[in-house]
Structure formats: C-alpha cells, structure tokens
C-alpha cells in the first residue's frame, strides 16, 4: 500500500515538520500487522513529497479475525488483496505514524499547521466498490480536483474487464489535518470493509475525525454505515449525533452579545433593499424559473411565490431544519395547488453535483458564499458555474469595507459568526470576474443598499449572464 502527499508550498519542505518525519531520513515503524516506512522521494524548497508506504505480514493477516469473506473462495484467508491495496490497515497507518498531524499539531511551525496548503495525495491501489461516481460523491463536496484510473481485473485477459481498484489522485487547497482526517474516514468507507472488530469507541472515533466536515457531508449517510460496517445500531447512533450537529442554528446570537448581521442590517433596512435588487434584477433578464440556492427560512423564496413572473421556484439548503422554517413562512400545506405546484423545496449541497438543478434560468445565493470554507469556494464554482450553468446567476454578499460604519460591530470583527470571510469590494470582484472568465460568463456589479463615498454599500452583488 502506497500513499503519498505532496506540497508546492514555499519552502516545500516544512511538510517534514507538518508531519514529524524528517526529508532526510527513511523512518520505519512497527505496527500490529507488519511495518509502515515514511521516505521523501523528492525534497525540494519548490516541492515535497512524503511517502508512507506498508509492508504487511501476510501470515498475520491470514490469521487475523474479521477478514473480508466476500465471497466463498475458501483460500481467501491466505489469497486475499489486503496486503497491497489501500483499507482499513492504512487508516491505522495514518493513525499511528502521522497521529500528531492528523491531530493538527506542529510545536515547530503552529500557524502553519492551521493554514490551507496546496496538497496532491496519491493513493496507488484504491478499492472502490461504487466505481468513480461514488469516489466523486465523497471527495469533492469536500473541495477536492479527483484524477481516477480504473484498473484492469488482469493485463494479460483485457476481456476480463474492469476491477474495482483505481489509482487516485486528490488535490486541493487545505490543511494538512484536515487531508488526514478525510483519508483516514473515507479509504475504508470506499473499500466497504475494516479488518478489526467494530464497537461504540468507533463511533465516537468516526465523530472525532469527521468533525467539522461530516455532519454536512451530502452523503453522510453513506459514509456513516459504511464506515461503521453496517451495524444498524451504531449507524443510528452516529448520524444522531450528526443531525444534531448539523440543526446547530447559525443565527443563535453569537458572543458579540446578540445576532450582530440581523441586528445591524435591520437599522437600515438592508434586507429588504438587498431583495428588492434581486427582484428587479430578475425581472430585467426575464427570467421565470429560479433557483434559490442556501434559501434558509425562505425570505426570498416567499417574495418569488408572490411574484407572477416567475413561474417555478426550488429553494434549496443543506439544513432540514431551515426547509422546515421555509415550508412554515410560506404555509406551503395551506396553498392552493397551482401555487404550490410551483414551489419545490429540496435538500442539498452547492458543493455536490445534482441533477436536479440543472436546466433553470437562473440561480439566487443571497448572503450564502460567505458561509462556504474558503478552499471550497474553487469547487463551489465549477458546479454552479461548470455543472448546473444557469443563465444567470446573481450572488450577494456583505462587503467588509462598510463594517467601520457600524460602531457596535468590533473591530476586524465580522457581521455573523457563522461567516467563514467577508471580502472587500476588490477582493469580490477579482473573484467573480476569475470565475466568470473561468466558466464562459460576463459578470456586472451593483452596490446595494446606502453608499459611503469611501468604503461603499453594506452588500456587493454580482450578477453573471451566461455568454451564448
């Protein structure tokens, strides 16, 4: 089993410090079903790559309980591809050899430990019993570019067909912990099978290594029973705690003292301004069917239902809770049937391709990029902008700038604690015009709201036009 990891950041290779394991030295450890050796094929100021490579003990493994029986071959025990693909052994690996950097800590360089880096992992032989479109599915809601090279079942008989192992590449911008942490969940969720036997500490494990990523996961689910070898129980438990998680309210008031965003944008009267610019702006491209993607409790989605103009709206948000609140605003059990034919209310991710979203006129995100991890903001492009390709697609989002006329907000503090960034008027233009140039779209810019002479309107909003 190979696994390697590979950074272009400068100098490159401080990721020998990231991951406790010096660039000059092979350095072999000793774990319960064979050894695991840690070697640097390249070590350059412009690039670094880390190796683990295992070398498990095959009459160990043939031994070992809770060994995959998936068929009825009755040499498995002895004939088996555990000791050369990637599983369960290598989620150990990491573990046990990289625990400090999973854990995210660096004595030597902490602030380099909690800053994105852009990392290339490579796994040589990767059971995936889902095909690619379930390799996909796991990795890049998480932000990550996927490169898979299915492999024949044998070279030499082609007729044989295709096997379920890939060679994968994943790159990305990220830290280092949180590569870990995905590799050490997902390898044997995608080989649907682990090598010990499982209890409840593997729930609080799966929590552990899935925190701040896996209650929002579209495929939670998934992940959850795989991970957890099916055991209905544990499942059950585990995604409890994992809705929990996920219902967190975002507008709880926050330690500014009180729900700072609601609070100071109601003095102006902000939202309402910032709807009515979303409106007109849709009225002007004639567009009748409408994507609101984050819809939350459903503000914008009861305006559009009151509009005539526009014929079918889909409001769609990661949170259950918050399609709850929206169904509720617009008494959607109440409605008459044309009126409620034209309102669909759906869970889902911006940062996961869906079907179901392809083919509208236009796309709404109100207040919604800020709420996306920063190294995800690449892969939330290339599925609205490369996938789902509406014809327009207007975003709002607040601008940093103007937060120096609101006195009670702290200073370098920002408007919700639930914004990952807020970007000046420079920063968000640079973005939309890379991205509009990116996905063959022209992008224009509107303030909204009152205009400072200096520091600009409370809210930007960018409107693309798909170029024809």
Not at 192 to 205: N, T
Not at 213 to 222: C, D, I, Q, V
Not at 337 to 355: A, C, E, N
Not at 372 to 392: D, H, K, N
């Amino acid at each position: 089993m190979l696994l390697t990891i590979t950074t272009t950041h400068v100098p490159a290779t401080e990721l020998g410090y990231l991951l406790h394991k010096h660039p000059a030295r092979v350095q072999t450890f000793e774990l319960s079903f064979g050894q695991a050796h840690v070697f640097y094929p390249e070590a350059s100021s412009e690039r670094c790559t880390a190796a683990l490579l295992l070398d498990s003990d095959p009459l160990h493994l043939s031994q070992k309980r809770g060994m995959s029986t998936r068929t009825d071959f009755l040499l498995q025990p002895y004939v088996n591809d555990r000791p050369y693909v990637a599983s369960s052994f290598l989620s150990v690996a990491i573990g046990e050899v990289f625990s400090t950097a999973l854990g995210g800590r660096c004595k030597e360089r902490p602030t380099l430990a909690g800053t994105s880096l852009p990392l290339e992992t490579s796994i040589a032989v990767l059971p995936c019993y889902g095909g690619e479109a379930l390799l996909r599915r796991l990795f890049e809601p998480l932000g990550y570019h996927v490169t898979a090279e299915r492999h024949l079942l044998d070279e030499r008989v082609p007729a044989w067909g295709d096997s379920e192992y890939y060679t994968v590449t994943l790159t990305g911008m990220l830290r280092l912990c949180d590569l870990l942490s995905h590799l050490y969940v997902l390898i044997p969720v995608l080989d649907d099978e682990k090598h010990y036997w499982i209890g409840e500490d593997e729930v609080a494990k799966l929590l552990r290594h899935g925190d701040g990523w896996l209650a929002r996961h579209p495929a939670r689910e998934l992940i959850a029973r795989r991970y957890l070898k099916h055991q209905r129980d544990l499942t059950h438990a585990a995604l409890a705690q994992l809705a929990e998680e996920d219902d967190r309210d975002p507008d709880l008031p926050d330690a500014q003292g009180g729900d700072a965003e609601d609070i100071l944008e109601a003095s102006i009267g902000l939202q309402h301004q910032r709807l009515e610019a979303v409106l007109a702006a849709l009225h002007d491209r004639g567009v009748a069917r409408v994507l609101d993607l984050g819809c939350g409790d459903g503000t914008l989605v009861r305006r559009l239902l009151g509009d005539q103009r526009i014929t079918e709206v889909v409001g769609m948000d990661v949170s259950r809770r918050r399609l709850d609140r929206a169904a509720a605003r617009v008494h959607l059990e109440d409605l008459p049937t044309p009126q409620r034919q034209r309102l669909t209310l759906i869970q889902g991710s911006l940062l996961y391709r869906d079907p179901r979203l392809v083919g509208y006129e236009a796309a709404v995100l109100v207040e919604v990029i800020e709420h996306l991890e920063p190294t995800r903001l690449e892969m939330c492009a290339r599925i609205l902008f490369g996938y789902t390709r509406p014809s327009v697609v207007i975003m709002t989002t607040p601008n940093r700038e103007y937060n120096s006329q609101w006195s009670r907000l702290h200073a370098s503090a920002l408007r919700h604690r639930d914004h990952r960034f807020e970007w000046t008027r420079a920063e968000c233009q640079q973005w939309a015009t890379h991205v509009a140039e990116q996905y063959g779209y022209t992008v224009d810019f509107a303030p909204v709201g009152p205009e400072d002479p200096v520091v600009g309107s409370p809210t930007q909003m960018g409107i693309f036009t798909r170029c024809t």
